[in-house]
């Protein structure tokens, strides 16, 4: 195996430099971020690694400091290499945690598949969630749908169920909807090439990239949230991570500078540099194969920027919307509650919910309550129902914070004799068992609502690792 590359010094890129200032400082800069990679990369299922996955990000951390405290002749001489073969076991009664060996497995587990599909499921998925999420999901996905033409066959319903608790559900329709489109131009074969994939319905140039490059070796581009960080740095750009104008000068830099031969390893190596070392906060620029070369790292030691973390800017963040709402839960005699498809679009697109009304304007007025059911009585007819029912709001509000906005919800309960009359609901409307709900997809809001509904229900979606 190829040990570390020292980097010479070199005085960095200024802001305004066209590239990377030669082809030695490429090649070195490519060298020393591979040799790292090869060394450190995280075990994970979409790279065709067999468990136990690097699932506890905080157990990579601490291991990390000690191998840098070993260095330094802090400590024993154990290897932060000996993390990505371990993982976190479930949780004794004790508190500890038990550390599994992959060479101590009596039967190993045969790596997953890596296909350019299970590439695309995977870049999809971490798109806005962490890598210890994911990999729940892209397993239990893999089992679910493990091949495109899988994907493309099943229901909206069936995705929905598959991606619940995920968030950001735009992502698997549209995950979906490229299935279809791969089946039908392209008799199911994932296309290799950056420009094909960019005609994919829900590809961008960000999951173009990171196909052609992992899947089938091409010298495409990447760049992601950790991509524009690790330049941003590494070159002292200026502008906030967010900025257009930063973006652009980011492609440039990493179509220039994405390693020819080995485009896959490269990218990964780009990206997990930014996830695991060169992170937003606490950046650990000891371990950083690219210290020797970081341009923001060589500000801070000559005293002209007081940390690496001012780059890039921060942007200001703007508050999230508050809204305020009321929400019908309508149950019959069958214990079937009454649920409504959200919108194509939007918020929790195409999700379940219950029938809910904005209700900001009533706060602060003595009858906020009884206006609340008005509301909710009047929506009730508008989707078509017809039955008598009495709400009777819950004791607690239930609240939810999205990205963008924090939801305070009053719940409404209600019950109705008999059954629930389908006959004249809007099609958006139906009755639903919770076992017939959750096979549909219930977001984390949901849950929640429902859990204050019915204590029993879980609060929180259980964490299902992968049974090995």
Known sequence: MEGPVELEEAPGLLDEDPGWCGSQKKQNIRRALLAWYSLERRRLPWRGDPPPWSEDKGMLRSQASKAEQCKQGKASSSSITKFFGLKAAPREKTGKIEVIDLEDLEHPVQSCPQNAYAVWVSEVMLQQTQ????????????????????????????????????????????????????????????????????????????????????????????VDGNVVRVFAR???????????????RCWK??????????????????????????????????????????????????????SVTDFPAKQSQK?????????????????????????????????????SVDVADLEGTDDRKAASVLRLQKLLVELGFRQEVTLTPLSAQVEHVFSHEHHTMQVFRGCI???????????????????????????????????????TFPAKRAAKRQKH
């Open 131 to 222: 890598v210890e999420v994911v990999i729940g999901y892209w397993t239990r996905w893999m089992e679910r749908f493990p091949s495109l033409q899988a994907l493309a066959a099943a229901t909206a319903d069936e995705v929905n169920n598959a991606w619940a608790g995920l968030g950001f559900y735009g992502r698997a329709r549209r995950l979906h909807e490229g299935a279809r489109y791969v089946l039908e131009q392209h008799g199911g074969e994932v296309p290799q090439s950056r420009e094909e994939l960019l005609r994919v319905p829900g590809i961008g140039p960000y999951t173009a990239g990171a196909i052609a490059s992992i899947a089938f070796n091409q010298p495409a581009a990447v």
């Open 234 to 248: 590494l070159a002292a750009l200026k502008g906030h991570s967010k900025c257009p104008a930063l973006h652009k």
């Open 253 to 306: 830099l990493a179509e220039d500078l994405v390693d020819p031969e080995r485009p896959a390893d490269f990218n990964q190596a780009l990206m997990e540099l930014g996830a695991t070392v060169c992170t937003p906060l606490a950046p650990a620029c000891s371990r950083c194969p690219l210290s020797a070369t970081c341009k923001a790292l060589k500000l801070v030691t000559a005293g002209q920027v007081g």
């Open 319 to 355: 508050p999230r919307r508050q809204r305020i709402l009321a929400l019908a839960a309508v149950a019959d005699a069958s214990d079937c509650w009454m649920l409504v498809r959200r919108p194509k679009t939007g918020l929790l697109a195409g999700q379940l919910d219950f029938p």
């Open 417 to 455: 004799a008999g059954h629930g009359e389908p006959s004249e609901l809007k099609p958006n409307v139906s009755w639903l068992t919770l076992q017939q709900a959750e096979e549909a997809g219930i977001t984390s809001g949901l849950q929640k609502v429902l859990h204050a509904l019915l204590p």
